[in-house]
T-cell receptor
């Protein structure tokens, strides 16, 4: 099993739709989780951290399910500007110096 | 707020040439990282550093070298450029250990012909 796995997509949704992505991770000891956004040919940018109790930032909601070892990202009321690749990112071990990046899920929002 | 600055933004090299990709951060972060991203692929860690004078290999270090003489700078050196090193290179930094998010520069697009 790969350390971090994501459905590559693309997910094609109309404006205003709600869309959700999941990401699974292999190490049950993983401590930190993030969602990054990457626009075409641009650098990854932190979208949000994922906390154990779940957290929300405007139209974006992140959830963590430790029992099943996955994290999710929900986007409500999709905008054209949400079109991007969403990267699931995990710190595999406590005190580990690096993060493990998933390959990303592509989202395309159409008018 | 400059954040993480990478230079150059674009470069074309001939096979066998060498060059240094520059990365500087002004956030006083201890941790710095170099990644490469091939078209349609995920990020692969080349080297990282947990502080001045300390570097370690990542997933794909062959063909690259790094140094970290100051907190601010983390250059990546290609000694003998090969076509397989054509990629986009991202530098990132973070304030602490892996449980903290990383902040990325806007990348260097390198083509080797």
């Amino acid at each position: 099993r790969k350390e971090v796995e994501q459905d590559p997509g693309p997910f094609n949704v109309p404006e205003g739709a709600t869309v959700a992505f999941n990401c699974t991770y292999s190490n049950s000891a993983s401590q930190s989780f993030f969602w990054y956004r990457q626009d075409c040919r641009k650098e990854p940018k932190l979208l949000m951290s994922v906390y154990s109790s779940g957290n929300e930032d405007g139209r974006f909601t992140a959830q963590l399910n430790r029992a099943s070892q996955y994290i999710s990202l929900l986007i409500r009321d999709s905008k054209l500007s949400d079109s991007a690749t969403y990267l699931c990112v995990v710190n595999p071990y406590s005190g580990y110096s690096t993060l493990t990046f998933g390959k990303g899920t592509m989202l395309l929002v159409s008018p | 707020n400059a954040g993480v600055t990478q230079t150059p933004k674009f470069r074309i090299l001939k096979i066998g040439q060498s060059m240094t990709l520059q990365c500087a951060q002004d956030m006083n972060h201890n941790y710095m990282y170099w990644y490469r991203q091939d078209p349609g692929m995920g990020l692969k860690l080349i080297y990282y550093s947990v502080g001045a004078g300390i570097t370690d290999k990542g997933e794909v270090p062959n063909g690259y070298n790094v140094s970290r003489s100051t907190t601010e700078d983390f250059p990546l050196r290609l000694e003998l450029a090969a076509p397989s090193q054509t990629s986009v290179y991202f530098c990132a930094s973070s304030p602490g250990q892996g449980r903290q998010p990383q902040h990325f520069g806007d990348g260097t697009r390198l083509s080797i012909l």
